[in-house]
């Protein structure tokens, strides 16, 4: 575990166990507000945030993971959390073409609050995850996003490109690597003011 940041505005921290309602109810928004026009009710019903608590509690409690949050400052209770983000070790999943192999880390989740979005907090998120595994000595990462989700174009822009296809939730779904943890670092932190960093987590 490393320290705080506070960078571009936001302070990115660890979670902690009595962040999981938060981070459940940002989960739960994120999915109906990108996935919600696709998905079934049946797969958004399962990630209500009532049901969801428990789930995030394990994963914060779990040495192999990382769950992050970035937070406005100025509160100091849980409802300062304005976005999340989980990694972990890349996981088995239902691959129909292409490849993971190579890959050293995984972004499993990544979600903002609707009101925080397009201001540089996913970058600084994404940032800070990748500086973690980085540090833990892994040297790429890829995650998976469904095929439909508009959203895509952010790690478009992040410069991930597209290594593999798969299957998640019954949701056809693709996968974005990027080969070296530095450049996706970089192109994360171009566009943040890194004046104000409190460390270097
Ligand atoms: C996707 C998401 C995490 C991005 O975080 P964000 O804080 O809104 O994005 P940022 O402000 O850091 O944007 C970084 C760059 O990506 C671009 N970008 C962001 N969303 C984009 C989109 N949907 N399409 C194209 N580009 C996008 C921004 O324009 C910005 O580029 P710029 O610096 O050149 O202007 C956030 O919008 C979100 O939570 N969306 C809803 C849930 C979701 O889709 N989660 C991801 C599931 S795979």
């Not at 690597?177 to 994360?188: H, N, P, T």
Request: proline residues 3%; charged residues 20%.
């Amino acid at each position: 575990m490393s320290g705080n940041r506070v960078s571009g505005g936001y302070l990115i921290r660890d979670a902690v166990l009595d962040d999981a309602p938060v981070i459940a109810e940002i989960h739960e928004r994120g999915w109906r507000q990108a996935y919600g026009h696709f998905i079934t009710p049946e797969a958004l019903a399962e990630k209500s945030a009532g049901k969801r608590i428990a789930y995030w509690q394990e994963r914060i409690a779990d040495p192999a993971a990382t769950v992050l949050v970035g937070c406005d400052p100025s509160i100091t209770d849980a409802s300062a959390i304005q976005g999340m983000i989980y990694g972990g070790p890349v996981l088995p999943h239902d691959i129909t073409a292409g490849s993971l192999d190579g890959f050293e880390s995984e972004l499993y989740i990544l979600h903002c609050r609707q009101s925080a979005q397009g201001k540089g907090l996913g970058r600084l998120l994404t940032a800070a995850l990748a500086r973690r595994f980085q540090a833990a000595g892994a040297k790429s990462l890829v995650l998976w996003a469904f095929r439909d989700n508009a959203f895509r174009g952010f790690y478009d822009r992040l410069g991930g490109r597209v290594v593999a296809e798969g299957w998640d939730e019954g949701q056809a779904d693709v996968a974005y690597g990027w080969d070296d943890l530095k450049s996706l670092i970089a192109v994360c932190e171009g566009a943040t003011n890194t004046a104000n960093r409190a460390d270097t987590a």
